[in-house]
């Protein structure tokens, strides 16, 4: 069973920064694509960013581009999201995602920020809160 897990979220002041990570079980982390979507109150989850699975290609939308960076170390089997110069717009709960790659019967999640992957392993979720 695959498991994956956030951590790293936090109250941060506008222009603040925070380094969220997610690791995973159940799954051989360097051969799946994976990405960070946020859902804000009141709002539909969105992507955030995406990564193929060696890590060599990353996506990112529009309202995060030159502010956050997403990594994956497939040595330590994490992946990372550097969120610096935040800003109130970017509170939400923050999720991992994982291309499900072969599994069976795993419904698939798709975003506009790399439409050519999907996503059907999720955590749990860890808070983002920034203050103004």
């Known amino acids: 069973q695959v498991q994956v897990v956030e951590s790293g979220g936090g109250l941060v002041q506008a222009g603040g920064y925070l380094r969220l990570s997610c690791t995973t079980s159940g799954l051989i982390f360097g051969d799946h694509g994976m990405a960070w979507f946020r859902q804000a109150p009141g709002k539909e989850r969105e992507g955030v960013a995406c990564?193929?699975?060696?890590?060599?290609?990353?996506y990112y939308a529009d309202a995060v581009k030159g502010r956050f960076t997403i990594s994956k170390d497939n040595r330590k089997n994490i992946l990372y999201l550097q969120m610096d110069n935040l800003n109130p717009e970017d509170t939400a709960i923050y999720y991992c995602?994982?291309?499900?790659?072969?599994?069976?019967?795993?419904?698939?999640?798709?975003?506009?920020?790399?439409?050519?992957?999907?996503?059907?392993?999720w955590g749990q979720g860890t808070q983002v809160t920034v203050s103004s």
């Open positions: 990564i193929t699975w060696t890590g060599g290609t990353t």
């Open positions: 995602a994982a291309d499900p790659g072969s599994s069976v019967g795993v419904v698939v999640t798709r975003t506009p920020v790399c439409p050519m992957i999907g996503f059907g392993h």
